[in-house]
């Protein structure tokens, strides 16, 4: 995983047909996705269920790209060896899941996966400014986590600043949370360069349509910026 800034965009497969993931997750792919998100979600940090490890390994068999599992769990450090072993590429942590986040970030890079530190809406980008040089993705929550398809709160401000500290360190910004054509070219010239959308993807497509998806993806990259 070499590292740039060009936009890249990420389908969260929470928007997927749960009883397809394999061909969904092929079908974003080949539609030009660059990434795939995976949103894990406990019912107790977040107030929803997700998946746990088995299910992100039988993912990892269709995933060509690359997986960014994004972990909405608290206590979150007695299962990072497990969603790494299924085959996340990047684990994505949130700050707000317990007291010791630096060690979450060891961690996760000890497993050789890409260490990722997430922001609910309510938290303040300094709540980051420790842990730049042991990270290397931030995600912006623009939604409070826990459901699909929520209203985008604006985080510009958030990401101007985040983009400010990170400086030439090679640090993705992520964005996870209402990402439409109307919300990325914000985001990007805020300086996001990973865009997760679900239903923005989503909609409207399916493994029988995937060519919707595509159109989905590139009016998102488009929007942004990117080509």
């Known amino acids: 995983m070499a590292f740039d800034r060009t936009i890249k965009i990420a389908p ?23 990434w795939v998100h995976v949103d894990v979600m406990d019912g107790h940090f977040v107030p929803n269920l997700t998946f746990g490890p088995p299910a992100v390994a039988a993912f990892r068999k269709h995933v060509k790209t ?35 986040i630096h060690r979450t970030l060891q961690a996760i890079r000890a497993t ?23 990270t290397d993705l931030i995600c912006v929550m623009t939604v409070n986590p826990g459901f699909g398809g929520q209203k985008f709160i604006d985080m510009t401000g958030k990401v101007r600043r985040l983009r400010e500290m990170i400086g030439d360190r090679p640090v993705h910004i992520e964005i996870d949370g209402g990402v439409d054509p109307t919300t990325a070219p914000l985001l990007a010239e805020a300086g996001a360069d990973v865009l997760v959308a679900g239903s923005a993807v989503f909609k409207g497509g399916s ?21």
Do not use: C, W
């Not at 969260?12 to 996705?33: C, P, R, T, Y």
């Open 207 to 227: 493994v029988e349509k995937p060519e919707v998806y595509g159109a989905n993806i590139r009016a998102i990259r488009a929007a942004a910026g990117g080509v």
């Open 12 to 34: 969260s497969i929470l928007s997927a047909d749960f009883a397809n993931f394999g061909q969904e997750i092929q079908a974003i792919e080949a539609q030009g996705a660059d």
């Open 66 to 100: 690359v997986m960014d599992v994004h972990l909405m769990i608290a206590p979150v450090d007695p299962y990072i060896e497990a969603f790494a072993n299924a085959g996340a590429d990047i684990i994505t942590a949130h700050v707000e899941a317990g007291a010791h």
């Open 112 to 134: 050789g996966a890409k260490a990722g530190v997430a922001l609910n809406p309510g938290t303040p980008a300094e709540a980051v400014e420790h842990l730049l040089d042991m």
